[in-house]
């Protein structure tokens, strides 16, 4: 008769997602794009009304929404790539917070200035309006960090071998006489023995 083996009943607390499957890793990079571009797209129109205040010819509007939200964009990859190589961009991190908070308020004064601010809806239409372009800011360094490879923590260091220390020697005794050691010879004193003969 065939043995009937039981399968082992799964617990489920085995890792169901690989987060370095392909599908996984293209999944995550589109959905980033897509907010990205709801976000840049949202906050264009906004600086458009704001190229208008600026009395800018109707062929040249676009030119405010490129010279503020995409040098956000630009400033913060290139804010990634130093940091990659190890320099810490503090001054570049300042311009694209600035850059941020003008965009957030030039979108924010927009809808308040069409819709008002005194109704939940208008309320609400400026506050979106005003997020666009932190998501553009997030979704930015978000993007980075998914299509770049990781940095590698550095490695530890050896541990530096101690010199041994010097030993404190002792001092060697003098070698003492030997059955070879002979006293030097006086020389005799010739003229000493002359005068006692002459006395």
Do not use: C
Not at 50 to 61: I, K, N, R, S
Not at 78 to 106: D, Q
């Amino acid at each position: 008769m065939p043995r009937i083996v039981k399968k082992k009943h799964r617990t489920g607390a085995a890792e169901t997602v690989n987060p370095d499957h392909i599908g996984w890793h293209r999944a995550i990079v589109a959905g980033v794009v897509l907010t990205l571009l709801a976000a840049v797209a949202t906050s264009w129109n906004g600086l458009i009304y704001v190229a208008e205040q600026q009395l800018l010819h109707d062929g040249l509007l676009w030119l405010t929404p490129v010279m503020i939200d995409i040098p956000l964009i630009v400033l913060t990859l290139a804010r990634g790539a130093l940091r990659k190589r190890g320099i810490r961009a503090r001054r570049l991190l300042v311009g694209i917070l600035a850059l941020t908070i003008f965009s957030s308020a030039a979108n924010f004064l927009h809808t308040v200035a069409e819709s008002g601010f005194d109704t939940i809806p208008a309320a609400l239409g400026a506050l979106t309006n005003a997020l666009a372009p932190w998501l553009i800011l997030a979704m930015t360094e978000v993007l980075w960090l998914v299509v770049t490879k990781p940095i590698r923590p550095p490695r530890p260091r050896a541990k530096q071998r101690r010199a041994p220390r010097a030993r404190k020697r002792k001092p060697r005794p003098e070698p003492g006489p030997t059955l070879f050691d002979t006293e030097p010879e006086e020389e005799p004193d010739m003229l000493g023995a002359l005068r006692e003969n002459a006395a």
